[in-house]
């Protein structure tokens, strides 16, 4: 398993493109990886079923707490062919009515230890991840410093990280106005 501390960024197109410019310059680019999701959200988890379209990858990530908390993800990669099974397993078991599906365009990048992905989906429009991966075996020290190091790299590129508080305002507007199309 592995622990995400990972941040939301919402911005305009400009901005996004300006974020692009700044990580052609100074980032590793990582290459496109657009995606289709199907999205389960839950008061205190979200499963994920992931198509990777541009890298012929698939995988299921169940996350035991809300985006970025530090908690670790379970991932399962599967075969491609087997992401409609995945789906149908989920919703068999009593998911259907949490169900979002999406498709975002990405790129990812690295700079300075965090993987960026830079997006786009009809739901949350231009956004970006701010990613550290740590092993579910961190401690306090090793999530604090992952913390601090995102948000040092969201401040040197000037873009600013949304809060819980914003991100549960935000999902819960789109799983109002959007439930078949929402999600990140």
């Known amino acids: 398993m592995a622990m995400n501390i990972e941040h939301r960024v919402q911005f305009s197109e400009p901005e996004s493109a300006e974020l692009v410019a700044q990580l052609q310059q100074c980032g590793e680019d990582l290459g496109p990886d657009d995606r289709h999701i199907w999205f389960y959200v839950m008061p205190d988890k979200a499963i994920e079923v992931v198509h990777s379209v541009s890298r012929d990858t698939a995988m299921i990530v169940v996350k035991t707490s809300h985006i970025g908390s530090g908690t670790p993800d379970i991932e399962l990669s599967i075969a491609t062919d087997e992401v409609s099974i995945a789906v149908q397993i989920f919703d068999s078991l009593g998911f259907a009515e949490y169900v979002h599906r999406t498709q975002n365009t ?17 739901a949350w429009a231009h956004h970006a991840e701010l990613r550290v991966t740590l092993p579910d075996t961190a401690g306090a020290d090793e999530v604090r410093a992952a913390k601090a190091l995102v948000q040092s790299v969201a401040d040197e590129l000037g873009v600013r990280l949304a809060s819980e508080d914003e991100l549960v305002d935000f999902i819960q507007s789109f799983e109002v106005k959007e439930p078949e199309t929402a999600g990140n």
């Open 106 to 122: 990405r790129h990812n990048w690295r700079y300075r230890g965090v993987q960026i992905a830079v997006m786009w989906s009809q």
